[in-house]
């Protein structure tokens, strides 16, 4: 029952999308390519493995897919711009988890395949749960996180291009250029744990945005999305007079679940919480660094004394 729960946001969102007739022709091809992609990319390899990880390599390269079938919808301006959003995202996070791949021979037949530590701590979760199959597990991550794809991670793309009267308006900037900083500053909170690692430093970064949160990449990421909802609002008002209203509650709902959805995953799922469950393990100072600095919402170091 829990997990049958945990799939209701997206099929709101996705019966949304099918029912909408000015979404229904993009949110069908976007499933079949997540489908496509899930089975091939990490289903069939995690049933082989029973690894989860393979997630990392599909799901952002599920976001070109959105971003590629957007870009074929969108007739507008602001319908193309979304869709490079996506592909931006979707090609800097698959490109990384590309590179992890084949570090760690996810695919090459014989070799050990090392499992990221967060669908370790996914298991931890199985077992209080009393999730018993392995196998069935494994598959319900991966599908999850398809199925997410296919639902709540497209809404805003494909109600921005159902919106064929868009112009370019100031609102419309103002979301991008909230897109834009959230990406560049994702990108260089990236990068500067990179450096601190590559510098041989020991113990915890808090160097530049990782002063002001122990994880300003999640925090920048999440706000990414949050203004990809923005962009969509002007165009989920004008779909008001075409659609039937039950349809049209489901598509804000839809909307709205982007921005709960990623903030959920990014602080409990897969994020922040059992980053940190190791981190503590290793870094005998990230207690302090817990006690001083703010999770995932920047603000200044606290005073513990």
């Known amino acids: ?69 957007t870009l074929v919808a969108a007739d507008q301006l602001s319908g193309v711009l979304v869709a490079v959003a996506y592909l931006a995202m ?17 695919w ?6 090392v499992e990221l530590p967060r669908y370790r701590y996914q298991r931890r979760r199985w077992e209080r749960q009393g999730f018993r199959s392995e196998t069935w597990s494994v598959q319900y991550e991966i599908w999850l996180q398809g199925l997410a794809n296919a639902t709540v991670l497209a809404v805003p793309a494909f109600v921005v291009a159902a919106d064929h009267e868009r112009t370019l308006s ?4 103002v979301a991008l250029a909230l897109w834009a900083g959230s990406y560049v500053l994702e990108s260089v909170a990236d990068r500067q744990k990179q450096r601190f ?3 041989g430093e020991r113990g915890t970064c808090d160097r530049g945005l990782w002063h ?26 004008t779909l008001l007079p075409d659609t039937a209203l039950p349809v049209w509650v489901l598509l804000a ?7 709960w959805t990623l ?16 981190s503590v393990q290793k870094r005998p100072d990230y207690k302090h660094y817990q006690a001083t600095t703010n999770m995932f919402f920047p603000g200044p170091a606290k005073n513990t004394k």
């Open 1 to 69: 029952m829990q997990r049958v729960v945990g799939v209701l946001p997206f099929a709101v969102a996705g019966a949304a999308l099918l029912l909408d007739p000015a979404t229904t022709g993009p949110a069908r091809w976007n499933l079949l390519v997540q489908v496509v992609l899930f089975t091939l990319v990490a289903a069939i390899p995690g049933y082989l493995t029973r690894h989860v990880s393979y997630v990392d390599v599909a799901w952002p390269w599920g976001l070109v897919g959105i971003g590629v079938v």
């Open 90 to 106: 979707g090609a800097r996070m698959g490109l990384w988890g590309l590179v992890m791949a084949l570090k760690h021979g996810w």
């Open 108 to 113: 090459t037949p014989g070799a050990p395949k």
């Open 170 to 173: 100031a609102w419309t900037v």
């Open 197 to 199: 690692a590559a510098r």
């Open 212 to 237: 002001y949160s122990r994880h300003p990449n999640y925090f920048f990421q999440w706000m990414q999305w949050n203004a990809l909802v923005l962009l969509a609002l002007p165009s989920l008002l």
């Open 253 to 259: 709902l839809g909307l709205c679940l982007v921005s």
């Open 263 to 278: 903030f959920v995953t990014l602080t409990k799922h897969t994020g922040a919480r059992p980053a940190e469950y190791y």
